[in-house]
């Protein structure tokens, strides 16, 4: 071990950052217009860097938990 409190795989954070680019996954519709909906936000993190992923994966997951709720309440 070097002794240093960073941690690992951080080397490399002060120099250039990469590009980010589409991921290149290809969504298909559900025929279920709610989680299409839901899932179609996930198009958002194409390009996106990291540190915004969570707001929209947070996003998608209440969309999706909120519409298996409303099937409960048919």
Same mark, same amino acid.
């Given at each position: 071990?070097? /002794?240093?409190s960073e941690p690992a /795989?951080?080397?490399g954070v002060g120099g250039p950052?990469? +590009?980010v680019g589409p991921l290149g996954? +290809? &969504?298909l519709p559900? /025929?279920?217009a709610a989680?299409?909906?839901g899932l179609a936000r996930l198009e958002a993190l194409d390009g996106a860097?990291? +540190?915004e992923h969570v707001a929209v994966y947070e996003d998608v997951h209440q969309r999706l938990a909120d519409t298996l709720a409303a &099937?409960?309440?048919e």
């Open positions: 071990m070097s /002794g240093t /795989g951080a080397a950052v990469p +590009e996954v +290809e &969504l559900t /025929g279920h989680v299409d909906a860097p990291a +540190e &099937l409960d309440q």
